[in-house]
């Protein structure tokens, strides 16, 4: 892992009674040991992964409050079916309007983040988000848990954007990349905290038990608020560029026409007038699709056009926590860097092209051969997933107008919203009605869009680049 820095400590600070003994080892150790660089052990690397203050209350956060996210994940749409009663075309409405809510929520929250305190907002959010979760015990009906899931939906996503403009304002470079990287590894691994103890609801079977974990799940994203409030006020917005005042003939300020002055001059850091970070926005969110095609293609390909068992759907999602967890943080390393970010997309592109294939060649396999033939696509399908995330992640950043981190990075997380909205619908129109066809022009959808990506990195370096003509 990339150690992040701070002027006081530097990357790998060591105690003064350990410098004592570093001296005269080395005095007492070969000439070719002297020369090697000394390695840290692996607790060392852990701390120093996260000495940044900022980025250790953002892990200490996410540790607890992912946990609640986790019991969510795993009990909702059974809750809502077996206890709520209700069909499944209502528990496919209600996540859709959460979906959808997102979409708005994530602008938002991007757009608040540069106007107010992005801390209060962050804290507001999440406890709105966590008053929700509690919220979904007592739905009792469609109303009432459309209501809810709208809410959930609708904080949750506008804390994400809140909490994206933090990292850019907080980090700079590679730093902001290997944030990003840590908090998808320990959100993925509280999830699946959260995951095991959903299970006790779906053990028990009772109404009781489902809502209590339920609020449990809420109680925790409260907990959170706790660290969070840590957050030091140099994560908020800087203020904003304001226009030279404008005089009247007289010499006195104009204030009307100053205030109008530096709108324009806000509008000129508008995310929306800016096409290239437009188009990478939508490259993205097309590649993020990939999520829908993990938790709802996977499984029903496996369990309807398969003779693979269906555990094998448990063996891959824990297969993808395991190559998420352990590679997200080294492979994120240096996509801060345009041409990088851009290949390790390309690279993406590739891999989850070929998922797909692979996993439609596994139709019509003997058992033994189609779960070999799974699991490679799965292997193939988690590693594109974590080189799109880290050159997202760069490429976001990088691009982004830093005078508008917070609308620019609300930009970029709606598109990943739309992305999960339209996921359901693409997966029925393509591996649900044509199958094995299906996955093709998923491949060949997916591989565009990642392409897409890496044309516009390898280009904008270029312009980066580029001498400045006088």
Same mark, same amino acid.
Not at 244 to 264: C, F, H, M, Q
Not at 359 to 364: R, T
């Given at each position: 892992m990339t150690p992040s820095t701070t002027p006081e400590t530097g990357p790998n600070p060591v105690p003064p009674h350990a410098a004592d003994g570093a001296e005269a080892a080395a005095e007492t150790s070969p000439p070719e040991a002297r020369d090697a660089p000394p390695r840290a052990g692996l607790v060392a690397r852990l701390t120093a992964s996260v000495a940044d203050p900022v980025l250790r209350i953002l892990v200490l956060a996410t540790l607890v409050g992912r946990v609640g996210r986790g019991v969510f994940l795993t009990v909702t749409v059974l809750y809502f079916t077996l206890i709520v009663g209700l069909p499944a075309y209502e528990v496919a409405i209600v996540l859709a309007a959460a979906s959808g809510v997102g979409v708005v929520a994530s602008l938002a929250g991007g757009w608040l983040a540069d106007r107010t305190s992005a801390r209060r907002l962050l804290l507001l959010f999440t406890a709105l988000e966590g008053v929700g979760l509690v919220g979904y015990a007592f739905a009792g009906d469609f109303v009432s848990a459309l209501v809810v899931g709208m809410a959930v939906g609708g904080f949750g996503q506008a804390a994400n954007a809140t909490r994206m403009a933090i990292i850019a304002r907080a980090f700079d470079g590679e730093a902001r990349v290997h944030a990003r990287a840590v908090l998808r590894t320990v959100t993925n691994l509280a999830i699946a905290a959260g995951g095991g103890i959903g299970a006790i609801a779906l053990a028990l079977g009772t109404?009781?038990?489902?809502?209590?974990?339920?609020?449990?799940?809420?109680?925790?994203?409260?907990?959170?608020?706790?660290?969070?409030?840590? %957050?030091?006020?140099?994560?908020?917005?800087?203020?904003?560029? &304001? $226009?030279?005042? #404008? =005089?009247? /003939?007289?010499?006195?300020?104009?204030?009307?026409?100053?205030?109008?002055?530096?709108?324009?001059?806000?509008?000129?850091?508008?995310?929306?007038?800016?096409?290239?970070?437009?188009?990478?926005?939508?490259?993205?969110?097309?590649?993020?699709?990939?999520?829908?095609?993990?938790? %709802?293609?996977?499984?029903?390909?496996?369990?309807?056009?398969? &003779? $693979?068992?269906? #555990? =094998?759907? /448990?063996?891959v999602l824990i297969l993808n926590t395991i190559v998420v967890v352990c590679f997200q943080v080294p492979l994120s390393r240096g996509t801060h860097d345009l041409r990088r970010a851009g290949r390790v997309s390309a690279v993406a592109a590739w891999l989850m092209a070929a998922a797909c294939l692979i996993?439609?060649?596994?139709?019509?396999?003997p058992s033994w051969f189609a779960i070999a033939v799974i699991v490679t696509a799965a292997l193939a399908h988690a590693f594109a997933e974590v080189l799109s995330q880290a050159g997202g992640w760069g490429l976001s950043f990088e691009l982004a107008d830093p005078v508008r981190a917070g609308t620019y990075q609300g930009v970029f997380s709606m598109g990943y919203s739309v992305g999960a909205m339209a996921a359901p619908l693409?997966?029925?129109?393509?591996?649900?009605?044509?199958?094995?066809?299906?996955?093709?022009?998923?491949?060949?959808?997916?591989?565009?869009?990642?392409?897409?990506?890496?044309?516009?990195?390898?280009?904008a370096a270029r312009t980066e680049a580029a001498p400045v003509s006088r």
């Open positions: 109404g009781e038990a489902y809502r209590a974990l339920l609020v449990f799940a809420g109680l925790a994203y409260l907990a959170g608020l706790v660290v969070l409030a840590r %957050l030091p006020r140099t994560v908020d917005a800087p203020g904003h560029p &304001a $226009a030279e005042p #404008v =005089l009247t /003939a007289t010499g006195s300020t104009d204030a009307l026409a100053t205030r109008r002055a530096t709108r324009r001059a806000l509008r000129a850091h508008s995310p929306w007038r800016d096409p290239r970070y437009l188009l990478l926005t939508l490259c993205s969110a097309i590649f993020g699709m990939q999520f829908g095609v993990g938790e %709802l293609a996977v499984p029903l390909w496996i369990a309807q056009d398969t &003779a $693979a068992p269906e #555990v =094998l759907v /448990a063996a996993y439609a060649a596994a139709a019509g396999l693409v997966v029925a129109s393509t591996t649900e009605a044509l199958g094995v066809g299906g996955w093709g022009i998923l491949a060949t959808v997916f591989l565009a869009s990642g392409l897409g990506t890496w044309a516009i990195a390898r280009r």
